[in-house]
């Protein structure tokens, strides 16, 4: 029964009555870069334009990373028309001109400020010059905006004032006539996953990211995922902290509307391999934004091959745009060195009838995790009612043929005239050619993982997981 | 003198003094069939004459079910006048013509909406469209209006912001001359529960229901019965979940209004027949409205043996309108597979001085629950002091005469020209004929449950309970 | 130091800079009788004509119960001119009539209205009929108003929502002329403990009590005291609950507007004779209004001994007007059959430099208590650094002097002309004649108990006290 | 990477764009004497002159205290156009002739008022007054407004109402073109720290202190750092209850704007020497302004030299103005008397690329303490990436020269015309001849400490630290 309510609730999302967010952008979570993680306030024309260079030389921008996004730091005050200056000095040719550059590569530019006097740095923010400075954003061509939440002159506290606030600048961006895609980052505050959708193509759940998988931090110090409060979202959020906070409410996010988890430390340095895997497929299967956020000028091949891996890019880009739903948590694993062990499992229906499954072991030893397929579709239909219980499935390993990293140096080391063929021999997904939709439809191989076992009937999926790393499959009926 | 205290109360409010909500609905809590929890968005013209049809033949119109309501994704966006079109792909004869229909078979008929921007189903809502569309719903025949929360555009966060919107719709349905059942679905957000009867005739207190009797779910994270703040309220609430969260405030339904615990989940197949019978028991107890949420096309004959059970249901309509409470909660009982594992026991008076009593055991293990004459009457005068203590009661078993489901199936298999025999065979409760209200006043049998057993003054009342099970009964003092 | 501090800060509360609440009354806390506890809304005329006399006839009235409140149920709706009908057929004589009998027995009369659109009983409410009512009120000659929460249109859940709903009344009753006692009666909602002395004389904070001294019940299911909010403060909080509730605030009561603890159990039934002396100990001690809550028409010997100590009134209506505060609470104690078992012990300063101290056992195990002079003058300096740590103290045990049951019970009992004579024999203490003020200025012996004992410097307090009960003890220097 | 990070933020906040707070004060926190903690009301003339004059002879001013704050119970009401009236008989001068006194001195005046219809000792409150009040102020000379939240009439319980309730002030002494520094007094309610660099110079995050290190107090019920909301702020939080609840935004501090901790309680005799360096410690590291809250006529020797320890104010006075940091606190530790038992450590950045470390053990033992330099430098790459990790650094203990007593005892006792002389034999650091940033350019050795040993790289700092106490150590790097 509630498997009938399943897919009549999707079939309804799809039937043109959705009438929601209507700049029709992010109808998948947004790809791209932004220089704050890795740069902070260290940004310049140069970084901008080699990053764009870089985007497309790594084949990152045709795996589907197209915006690149200019954080906080770029402005030098206002002139006496009350109009954002561009700092000359760090972009010297002028903001336009660089947008003009950016776009000539095939990508989209982002920019940022602030629903508050100040930036987070305390660089002019745009509360109550909303029109003046969506006008500068339209006029230097800018594709997206990043809106902050610093120094907010006391106007939150209520759902209503919050939503008021940033409805300023939608309506503003909108007035433009230049499609924006618009980034609310107010941090979760006053429960803004319940009203984003309706003003916003993604808004910040939780306070900052950093770069550290578990660890818990005074600066991050709201950890209860039931309440709606707290002194001060942060800046120190694991990963682990933001997975366990977003876990109420991942059903929010939906085609044009995300829930943002942040930006991505992969490549940055704080984590391991198997982490930065780990934080790389939750916020892909969370549904969340993907902008990197490391030095893409000193883009490691490790790194590389995890920010490319077309088979997990194509749970984020999923045309279903549904986010996997925690189904099980334990919390009495065995601790890590921040007294922290938890052991958890992840579900999601993909396009087509495939579902994603992610077993997560954040505790401090090696574990093995199961998780029955009454489990795995209990969304479906609680208590072993759902008829996907009852059915045969292929189960695919999403990182098993992730690339080799000689060939990911490769690429790296390349030159320019040589990375056709690179790319090629490398069979490199290019979503620009066939949309992560249309390889959907096409079962293309590389979207699909690697098949690894199968599950009966009744059974279920187990794997053996790494302490502080995570399993993630692809899982297909085949009746 | 407490008990002195609770008789005068509830003179009061009986003695013509009460000026609350006026449409004069609802003065027990509705009961009727709604199709969201069995079918979602799969609705049709056909749906909902069949339907009628089958509450007509299966005798739970008679038993009392005379709301038929239609849930989301009926309607096809605005006219150019900005009235909201009804589907006529899925209701060809419009919906005017299916309200006739409705009606024609003794049943009354409701819709939905929501005051937000869209409806959850991302369908045209009704926010700052009240007055429109309370008329379409008056013209159409409407005379119930469930009205929702989605996408509310940051219209909530204090009472009186949910109220005020709420209020809109209140108003404009009473603007329209038609008297309209108003039932507010605001998940208990800003604590409906303390403004809801001045507007509605019932008001929901959580997230939604699913089908599972304890199984805690992420997506309904909040347990806190004693925080008014959620961070989601969620879709996935357990019937156990539920309980627990109105267990604070059932005493604030009255004739007029109600605690809205959700719709029946009996029929949809995630429980056992014991956790349904639990499931609707405690809805009736706690004077919830109770919509059946099951597709009654494919109904059976265990689920209406349930659904079709008088005295049950008599003290859903009991006239006084008083919920149970709570009297005891032990959480240290076995835990069942997900670790939950609770005793609790409830007790509530009734018409003419009767009491009803729910021993619940919502625990891994079968359990023995005792409840003495003190607790039991604890709500009269604590501490032994309620004159109750000192009398003998007789003990009736209210689901001892359940209808054998040998007969329930007859009923459903039967021809129309063989139904009047059967349900006179049947002993069929009719509620159109005689009302609950005059069924108790004459103490009809079928309302009265059988005879187990006596309590002695200053005793108890004691059962064997089984795991995940409950035991109800109605109490008779004999002086 | 603190100790200056503290001396100096009693000294400006004194020094005629205080402007807040300037309806003049209230100076110490109220005190009187509120027919709800123990009748709720069987009321009458004759009921308050009996109550009046009785508190004459048992020399209650003399000891201080000067304010005689009708609460909910009077009313018979409004006329053509939006004013309150009082019911004539529960006060057949009318409401100025009744108030005209009770002043002449040397008594006040108050009455209840509800900031809402009805009353708790769901009678006519004031909400937007506040200056009518005003003036109704003092028509009748109405000296008191009781003025509570029920069915208030979603107009709470910021302070200055609260704020200003129950500004509107203490305007409209300021505006008649008339001086009348304002008791707001919201529950402690939106922090009213922070605003209700700038506009009220006593602010209740927290929801209705009943008559048990431990029990916690789910209809008082808020127990977090450093939490502001509660999903419904409820109308089953015992004793201890309310206690433990009012600790982080104590302090808020001052000379003109008190904490609210709620009308008084004393006599109804659920608690023993210990548990009532400690209940009215305390509500003495916090300063709380001492609202007779019982019926007198059938008052006891023994509860008459309790409400007429004038040993503990003095505590009450000591002229410094400063609550005790909680220094000590240790949860580990044995439990009693609720589960619940504290120690906890209280300490204030009383005028002329005295102490009052209680060692509350509420545990299920008879307990020795100890409390050093370091932490009973704590408030005067931590750690010890408090001057009075060096001095020497004389104890005094404020229920030494209990009259004798068979006193009390010749007093119910006695003719009118015999009572002259008795209430002489028994030497009772009159404040009409000497207030409370004087007497303790005059050292009146009725007011001090019975010395038990001496505290040498540095040295501790002592005593074993029984399960559910507690020693109430006043501390005086001897330098 | 995030080391870039921290060094492009620190950079942006210096490069002039900084448009906040622009009244040019408070660029370091405040220092000076405010006499409530030790005097409350006993105010007087003398004792502002009195207590000016020990500033200069004590040698208080010139390491920095330059600041004479009176706080409340100055006023007498006001006069017939609404102006506040100084009470001449505390200040028979007048107010303004003691401005000049003070500022004759080489000092500044500071003066007190409330955003309420009263002060919280009941004097007439500033609230709807403000334009009158700032006009005063300016009028008389003042140079610093501490601004507190007593008798507030509701006006709070969102951001947007404090905010604008406390800006009403600021607009107001702002208007009167005179420079005052403007000490916002909230208690932390509604997220003060989230706007208060917006409107003020330093805003308190907390209850008022008392002179207790960990005691727990009924009066200071909150505890929950993660929470925004507390039922009341309170009136007892210790030390460590204060440390606790601003660990969660200690980053928000800035200069021109500071986390206020409440003014300091050395030598009021509740703490022992250990525990008051411990409390001035974490006041001059957490960047709160140190306002000293003792009787200077009565100064100690030993209170002295905890006061003017030059190596630990200039890590208050650092021109960075960063805040350190709780990287670790451990909860398992030894309890004391009052069941608190914890180990934490502390770590910022200053001035010059050194590091401030505090090794707290407020437990019932003495403990050994390690901090390592992955942990120490966490905030400038987590999990061991920051580059300090893999430095060598010299560790300066910034108690070890603390100044003799009997030298402080002979300053304390020496005539005037001696003083000269002892402060230079001394060595006094005078900032108003070498300011704390020349100083630290400098590498003067009295505001280094005194070298106890090396970190390694990749190793750590370790010490023994008594029970309630700490140790505090500068580390320079030797690259």
New interface residues.
């Given amino acids: ?2 498997a ?3 897919f ?2 999707v ?3 799809f039937t043109g ?4 967010v209507n700049n029709g952008l992010a109808r998948t979570p947004q790809m791209g870069w932004n220089n ?7 940004v310049s024309e140069s970084l901008l334009l080699d990053t764009s260079k870089k985007l497309v030389d790594s084949g990152l921008r045709d795996v589907g990373y197209n915006y690149v996004v200019l954080d ?2 770029w ?3 206002r002139d006496e028309n009350g109009f954002l200056k561009d700092d000359l000095k760090k972009f010297p040719s002028g903001m336009s001109a660089v947008a003009d550059e950016i776009h000539k590569e095939g990508l989209l530019f982002g920019m940022y400020s602030s629903a508050g ?2 930036t987070c ?4 923010g745009s509360l109550d010059w909303e029109a003046n400075d969506a006008k500068s954003f339209a006029n230097w061509g800018v594709d997206y905006l990043k809106y902050d939440n610093c ?14 606030r940033y409805k300023v600048m939608w309506d503003a961006i909108n007035g433009t006539g230049r499609p924006m895609l618009y980034s609310l980052c107010n941090w979760g505050e ?2 803004s ?3 984003g ?2 003003i916003a193509n993604s808004w910040r759940m939780s306070g900052d990211i ?3 998988f578990t ?1 818990p ?3 991050c ?12 979202p ?3 959020c694991s990963v682990l902290n933001i997975i366990n906070k977003v ?6 996010g939906q085609p044009g509307g995300w829930n943002d988890l942040d930006m991505l430390e992969v490549g ?4 391991t391999d198997e982490e930065y895997k780990a934080h790389f497929s939750f916020w892909a299967a969370l549904k969340s934004p993907l902008l990197m956020g ?2 893409l000028r000193t883009l490691s091949a490790s790194s590389l091959t995890i920010l490319n891996n077309p088979a997990v890019i194509a749970i984020s880009q999923d045309p279903d745009g549904r986010s996997v ?3 099980r ?1 334990e919390m009495n694993a065995a601790k890590d060195k921040y007294g922290v062990g938890e052991i958890q499992v992840w579900s999601g229906s993909l396009y087509g009838g495939d579902q994603v499954v992610i077993l997560l072991n954040a505790a401090g030893e090696d574990a093995r995790i199961s998780a029955s397929l009454e489990e795995i579709f ?2 479906d ?3 072993g ?1 759902a008829p996907q219980n009852n059915e045969e499935w292929e189960v695919y390993d999403l990182w098993a043929n992730r690339m080799e990293e000689s060939l990911a140096q490769k690429i790296l080391d390349a030159k320019a005239e040589d990375l056709p063929k690179l790319f090629k021999d490398a069979n490199w997904y290019n979503s620009t050619e066939l949309s992560y939709k249309e390889g959907l439809k096409k079962k293309d191989a590389r979207l699909m993982g690697k098949k690894v076992g199968t599950i009966k009937p009744g059974g279920s999926l187990t794997a053996k997981v790494k302490r502080h790393s995570m399993e993630m499959y692809r899982l297909k009926s085949v009746g």
């Avoid at 120094?151 to 008021?164: A, E, N, Q, W």
Wanted: charged share 20%; proline share 4%; aromatic share 12%.
């Fill in positions: 029964m509630a009938t309510l399943h009549a609730f079939l309804a999302l009555q959705a009438i929601g704050w993680n890795a740069l902070g306030c260290d906080d730091c402005s030098d005050g006097e100040m740095a305390r660089y002019a120094y907010h002159m006391g106007r939150f506290g209520t759902p209503k004032l919050s939503f008021d006053d429960y996953h319940t009203w959708m309706s950093y770069d550290s660890r931090d005074d600066l110090s709201c950890t209860d995922a039931s309440s709606p409060f707290c002194v001060a942060g800046s120190h876990a109420p409410y991942v059903d929010r940055n340095g704080g984590m490391n030095d739903a925690r189904i948590r209990l969304h239909g609680p208590e009612s």
